[in-house]
């Protein structure tokens, strides 16, 4: 049987590589994929991965050609893959509806947002913030594939005691903060969390993240001057996914 030579591209993180152990692949800052084949389509068609959610997880698995642990990657690097993975198997044509009108965009444009490594303490995934109502001294990391396993199984088991219960935000930040005034202790994380963040300051923090954390820039400038987010989502690889679904 002939043998055929998948074409691939490498592509460069938005951390850089820099968040992550010497020892680690991702240290390099690159990823290689391949592009896009009909077995992808297979696996975005496939109704038992959109149903428990791991579609795009299992797209990545697919088209990944670095020997790497794709759990490690932190989520703006993994938005980084996903965009590149659409762009070579779509095109960077994307279009999308928000607020009730179409919008197209081209992907390609989109750029890694600045990352100053300097913000880190001791050359690792970790930063310190001061929240600037309560003046209280946080330290965080970026959530990475293995944190949103654990924020998900969390999720759901509360769900299980409370139908009705919608604790997606806090139960982020407690996965996200690392020590409070010091304290590393996951209870005081928690218990902090839960009683003692102001809102005032739980806003200042997201911002925060947003314009510290690497990642693709996703905002965008419509034509009416509305600045909002590129969205991704199955459809991002399917624009017509919900009629085929």
């Known amino acids: 049987m002939a043998e055929f030579n998948f074409p691939t591209e490498v592509i460069d993180l938005p951390s850089k590589g820099l968040i992550y152990p010497k020892d680690n692949p991702l240290s390099s800052g690159k990823v290689e994929i ?22 795009l997880d299992k797209l990545l698995d697919s088209v990944v050609m670095s020997k790497i642990n794709l759990k490690d990657l932190v989520i703006g690097d993994k938005n980084a893959v ?23 965009i081209d992907l390609s444009t989109l750029e890694n947002k600045p990352f100053d490594s300097s913000l880190m303490i001791d050359g690792k995934n970790e930063f310190a913030f001061t929240l600037p109502h309560s003046k209280t001294d946080i330290t965080y990391k970026l959530l990475d594939g293995h944190d949103e396993v654990k924020i998900e199984r969390e999720l759901k088991g509360l769900k299980k005691i409370n ?51 690497p990642d693709v820039d996703l905002d965008i400038i419509l034509d009416s001057g509305e600045e909002v987010t ?5 459809s991002f690889f399917w624009p017509d996914f919900g009629d085929r679904a």
């Open 82 to 104: 996903l965009i590149a993975t659409r762009i070579l198997g779509y095109g960077s044509d994307y279009s999308f509806t928000i607020n009730g009108n179409q919008q197209t």
């Open 230 to 234: 590129v969205p991704i989502g199955l």
């Open 34 to 55: 391949k592009y896009m084949t009909a077995k992808e389509e297979d696996i975005l068609s496939n109704q038992a991965y959109i149903q428990n959610g791991t579609v």
């Open 163 to 213: 139908k009705n219960a919608s604790p997606e935000a806090t139960t982020r930040l407690k996965y996200t903060i690392t020590s409070v005034n010091g304290e590393t202790e996951t209870k005081t994380v928690r218990e902090f969390v839960d009683n003692y963040f102001l809102a005032r300051d739980a806003r200042a923090f997201r911002d925060h993240l947003k314009s510290t954390q």
